[in-house]
């Protein structure tokens, strides 16, 4: 069976086609951030008319690159929600319209769920259980996953998301957006020993974070300081330490609590290269096995979707023609 994937819930327009004869996926990505990089962050309305430029013409063109006719798709995958309200319209609409107009049948995605899953797209997938860290714009999250739709809830932001928190800092620090990779490049050039940054949430017990005291914890340093390169690379450096260091001590945490052997990061913070390599020397010595997207599939895109909604169309699940969003979305919720 092969799936359409779509993805619209931020700022990019993302449409993949699995494939589960082949156990194979190919996508395309449209990203928009030159579109809002001037603003500083995602202007939602300039989102959601941009995905309908995009999303027909991506569509099209990944069926022609692919030599494939909408006959060969044997149902549509889109992302329903967490997300922006008008971004998640355009791909349910559309994608809800095209399986009506294809008769085939579509499912709504959750996009954490797609996030979850996008490390099954590798060639050594993880088994059931795991710990899942989720890291994206808008979550962080700890999740016990039994098997698919079976998601228990340990931990979560009670404010900023880890990325969010990369993203704020980037913008105070004055650097562009998406801040994730920016502070990590700079972070390259910055003094180890120059500023040791709060962990916050990390002395009390439990699995939840709290990422907005250390973005405040930032910006009083960047304010008492002379704000030259050197001492922009210095902070960019300490950030990024604190925050990878919390969230590996609630990795580690997690992992003994729930006595599993199987860690997987997923969502757009996971394709930072320090975090990667932290976790690796984690895996080593608590002797488990861990896993990530390749980077391309850390961040958004139709990939993971079209993967997620193999898995529950198989499962015979489908969607009614009055299909809805959800910008809110628990995932535990799922079944
Ligand atoms: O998963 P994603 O593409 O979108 C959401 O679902 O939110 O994640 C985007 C987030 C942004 O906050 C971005 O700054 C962060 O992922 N990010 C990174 C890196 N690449 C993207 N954060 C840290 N290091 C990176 N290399
Ligand atoms: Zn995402």
Same mark, same amino acid.
């Given at each position: ?11 990019? =327009? ?10 194979? *996926? =190919?996508? %395309? ?50 992302? &329903? ?34 996030? %979850?899953?996008?490390?099954? %797209? ?10 899942? +860290? ?30 969010? &928190?990369?993203?704020? *800092? ?31 949430? =990390? ?14 914890? *930032? ?22 330490? &604190? ?16 006595? +599993?052997?199987?860690? *997987? ?37 139709? &990939? ?32």
């Amino acid at each position: 069976m092969r799936v359409l994937g779509i993805e619209t819930s931020c700022d990019e =327009t993302g449409v993949a086609i699995y494939d589960s004869a082949q156990n194979s *996926v =190919t996508h %395309l990505l449209h990203s928009q951030i030159e579109l809002h990089a001037k603003y500083g962050g995602v202007v939602p309305e300039l989102a959601s008319r941009d995905h309908i430029q995009k999303l027909l013409p991506l569509i099209k063109n990944l069926l022609v690159d692919n030599g494939l006719t909408p006959r060969e798709i044997g149902g549509i995958a889109y992302t &329903a929600g967490p997300g922006l309200v008008g971004a998640l319209l355009v791909g349910s609409a559309i994608g809800r319209s095209l399986a009506w107009a294809w008769q085939v049948p579509a499912i709504g995605v959750h996009h954490m769920e797609g996030h %979850l899953l996008a490390p099954m %797209l590798e060639p050594f997938p993880p088994s059931f259980p795991f710990v899942a +860290l989720l890291v994206s714009g808008g979550h962080t999250q700890l999740v016990q996953v039994d098997t698919i739709g079976k998601y228990t809830m340990l931990g979560e932001s009670i404010d900023d998301a880890a990325g969010e &928190a990369f993203d704020k *800092v980037a913008k105070l620090l004055g650097l562009g957006y998406p801040g994730g990779p920016a502070i990590s490049k700079l972070a390259q050039q910055g003094n180890p020993d120059r500023f040791i940054f709060p962990r916050p949430m =990390t002395q009390r017990p439990g699995l939840d974070f709290s990422f907005s005291g250390l973005k405040t914890y *930032v910006l009083n340093t960047w304010k008492t300081h002379v704000q030259d390169e050197q001492t922009r690379a210095d902070i960019a450096y300490a950030f990024e330490e &604190a925050a990878i260091d919390t969230l590996m001590i609630k990795c580690r945490r997690a992992l003994k609590q729930t006595q +599993l052997k199987c860690l *997987v990061i997923a969502g757009g913070v996971s394709a930072n290269q320090r975090l990667r390599q932290h976790l690796t020397q984690l895996a080593n010595e608590l002797h488990v096995e861990v896993y990530y997207p390749r980077p391309e599939f850390c961040t958004d895109n139709g &990939a993971m979707i079209a993967y997620a909604g193999y898995v529950r169309l198989k499962a015979g699940q489908s969607e009614a023609l009055n299909f809805s969003v959800h910008p809110r979305w628990n995932m535990s919720l799922l079944s």
